[in-house]
């Protein structure tokens, strides 16, 4: 994601290489989901979404993203 920090929004970007189930989640540093960014169905390509913290605090956040049977996470620090 960039920028990280944020403070409010912040863009994620990637790639899916096979068409599936996707979803996108923003958890706080104590594992509870926070946002749900994407859930649906979504062909290959590249995809940049913003995602809106301004209802959140300040703090550490890690986003996951989920197709098929790849996940990956990555952390992300807002800062107000």
Same mark, same amino acid.
């Given at each position: 994601?960039?920028?990280?920090?944020?403070?409010? !929004?912040?863009? +994620?970007? *990637?790639?899916? @290489?096979?068409?599936?189930?996707?979803?996108?989640?923003?958890?706080?540093?104590?594992?509870?989901?926070?946002?749900?960014?994407?859930?649906?169905?979504?062909?290959?390509? !590249?995809?940049? +979404?913003? *995602?809106?913290? @301004?209802?959140?605090?300040?703090?550490?956040?890690?986003?996951?993203?989920?197709?098929?049977?790849?996940?990956?996470?990555?952390?992300?620090?807002?800062?107000?």
């Amino acid at each position: 994601n960039y920028p990280n920090p944020f403070n409010p !929004s912040t863009n +994620i970007r *990637f790639k899916i @290489s096979e068409a599936g189930l996707t979803t996108l989640k923003i958890y706080n540093i104590l594992g509870q989901e926070v946002a749900e960014v994407i859930n649906e169905f979504v062909e290959p390509g !590249s995809y940049e +979404i913003q *995602f809106d913290a @301004s209802s959140l605090s300040s703090g550490i956040y890690f986003y996951r993203l989920s197709v098929n049977d790849f996940i990956a996470s990555k952390k992300m620090i807002l800062i107000k």
